[in-house]
């Protein structure tokens, strides 16, 4: 158990509102990503994160921010939203250990959001 | 090209079958290749990692990495349907923060 905890799990939204996704990690981890999972497609970077205040844009970054004002905390917002964003979306960590760096991901249980 | 490409799917073996699983990759600065699987609803979890070309082997899975033609395996033996699941591969390089995923091989191992 990688400390990761993904809210809400499940949401049901309206086009053109604003939805915000938290993921909270409890190890003080400094790379957290967020990733947004559809069929055909597997696991697409939206935005990551290497520190406080300090985020980049991953592949699919478009109608997307990101915020991250503590270590534990890493949000996803969707300014407006439209219906090619409903998607599973999963945070993960990458943890680094000493001199062990090797891109090995722990993720979250996901969070379902369906924009109609 | 994406970077990372991986067979669809999905896959249905009987139990006990061997299966093989693959992924090819474009860029030749990846260092770091890793197996994740992912069950139905869960995030995807580690299964295992490889550094640069060769094999690993963990109990029924070996994962195998050839860098010259940037193709990377994983070896699945004695198949259980608690295989059922996705797998993705996945590669880092460490002048990147970033992991890129396949887009996943569905498997169904049948009792």
């Known amino acids: 158990d990688a400390g990761i905890t993904q809210s809400p799990r499940h949401k049901v939204t309206e086009t053109g509102t604003p939805v915000t996704l938290r993921c909270h990690q409890t190890?003080?981890?400094?790379?957290m990503y967020w990733y947004r999972q559809d069929p055909g497609h597997g696991l697409r970077l939206i935005h990551y994160s290497y520190g406080v205040k300090d985020t980049d844009k991953g592949e699919v970054s478009d109608g997307y921010s990101v915020s991250r004002s503590k270590t534990e905390d890493f949000l996803l917002t969707l300014e407006s939203a439209t219906s090619s964003q409903t998607s599973v979306y999963f945070c993960?960590?990458?943890?680094?250990?000493?001199?062990?760096?090797?891109?090995?991901?722990?993720f979250g249980e996901g969070s379902r959001l369906t924009v109609l | 090209q994406k970077e990372v490409e991986q067979d669809p799917g999905p896959l249905s073996v009987p139990e006990g079958a061997i299966v093989s699983l693959n992924c090819t990759y474009s860029?030749?600065?990846?260092?770091?290749f890793m197996w994740y699987r992912q069950y139905s609803r869960k995030g995807p979890e580690l299964l295992m990692y490889t550094y640069s070309s060769g094999n690993k082997e963990d109990g029924r899975f070996t994962a195998q990495v050839d860098k010259s033609s940037k193709y990377i395996s994983l070896f699945i033996r004695d198949s259980q349907p608690s295989d059922s699941a996705t797998y993705l591969c996945a590669t880092f390089e460490t002048s990147y923060d970033k992991v890129i995923f396949g887009p996943g091989t569905s498997l169904s191992v049948i009792p």
């Open positions: 190890e003080n981890h400094r790379y």
């Open positions: 993960a960590i990458r943890k680094i250990s000493g001199h062990r760096n090797t891109g090995e991901l722990f």
């Open positions: 860029n030749s600065a990846f260092q770091y």
